[in-house]
């Protein structure tokens, strides 16, 4: 089973993210083998973290709330919020196997959340700028709750088109890098 789950920090929480990097990087390598796609969300600056996102597959919603809640910066309180959804892989890779350019340009993780009917199931017919991109459901994998995506794109505005803005009751776009050890 795939889960999204996305980390929001605290406000002021900055300090105590660098204090557990390594932690949370030693965390995270327990997982390389579940791991669809990590980074970091980033504040306008394109540097300070703002939260994190993994994308796993797990065996069941148990297993994913264990990794979601006993992220070493989740006990220490240096989140304010988690969102931990059901996924589904819609591209079927890992972000490993994205072939565009990783270093060039900026990527986005653009955060669909939902109006009730479902939208956007289908890859978008420009996926050549897709990191990941999948539906977020219910626990039970059985309702439409959303969708995210991680995506190249030139700005938060042509990022934010990926979705159909219409059928959903919110977008959120987030400047977003590709994580894990450097």
């Known amino acids: 089973m795939e889960f999204f789950c996305y980390h929001r920090d605290r406000r002021d929480s900055l300090a105590l993210r660098y204090e557990l990097l390594e932690e949370h ?4 390598d327990g997982y390389a083998a579940e791991m669809i796609a990590r980074g970091p969300t980033l504040a ?10 993994h994308i796993v597959d797990l065996p069941d919603a148990s297993a994913a709330r264990a990794f979601a809640f ?17 996924w589904h892989n819609t591209l079927g890779r890992t972000m490993w196997e994205f072939t565009g350019d990783r270093t060039e340009g900026t990527h986005y993780l653009v955060l669909g959340l939902g109006a ?3 939208a956007d199931q289908d890859v978008p017919p420009d996926h050549h700028t897709l990191i990941a991109y999948g539906p977020l459901l219910s626990d039970d994998g059985s309702t439409w709750l959303g969708t ?5 794109a030139p700005t938060p505005e042509a ?23 450097r």
Do not use: N
């Not at 306008?44 to 996102?53: A, L, N």
């Not at 006993?70 to 059901?86: F, K, N, S, T």
């Not at 159909?164 to 590709?178: M, S």
């Open 116 to 118: 009730g009917h479902t």
């Open 148 to 152: 995210a995506a991680l995506l190249h």
């Open 159 to 181: 990022a934010r088109t990926v979705l159909t803005a219409d059928r959903y009751a919110e977008i959120e776009v987030h400047d977003w890098t590709f994580g894990g050890r």
């Open 44 to 53: 306008e600056d394109g540097e300070t973290p703002t939260g994190s996102v």
């Open 70 to 86: 006993d992220e070493p910066g989740y006990q220490a309180g240096a989140y304010r919020d988690v969102m931990l959804r059901r």
């Open 25 to 28: 990087w030693s965390y995270m």
